[in-house]
């Protein structure tokens, strides 16, 4: 069983910030990237950010060079700092890892409005 719990999620004027947290626990596979997808109202959930265990990460063009994906092994957390939003970045955001037999898990997401 896995469990992915996200917070940090909230209402912020455009410019602004905000710094998701993702706390797995459970049969987490640390070998496995872990990643923060969004869906935004009528749109498919879409990829954002994946961090592997080494660290090494990649980037959707639309969040590049203004959110921040890290991880604390030691806490087996994932955060996502997120700078100078926009209004076309409110989205449900959720946490993805994957269990030791390489099952999807997902967090129950956490609701970013930016507002004008």
């Known amino acids: 069983q896995v469990q992915l719990v996200e917070s940090g999620g909230g209402l912020v004027q455009a410019g602004g910030s905000l710094r998701l947290s993702c706390a797995a626990s459970g049969s987490i596979n640390r070998r496995k990237p872990m990643a923060w997808y969004r869906q935004a109202p009528g749109k498919e959930r879409e990829l954002i950010a994946g961090i592997t265990v080494l660290s090494n990460t990649n980037y959707a063009d639309s969040v590049k060079g203004r959110f921040t994906i890290s991880r604390d092994n030691a806490k087996n957390t994932v955060y996502l700092q997120m700078n100078n939003l926009k209004r076309e970045d409110t989205a449900v955001y959720y946490c993805?890892?994957?269990?030791?037999?390489?099952?999807?898990?997902w967090g129950q997401g956490t609701q970013v409005t930016v507002s004008s």
């Open positions: 993805h890892a994957y269990n030791l037999f390489n099952g999807d898990y």
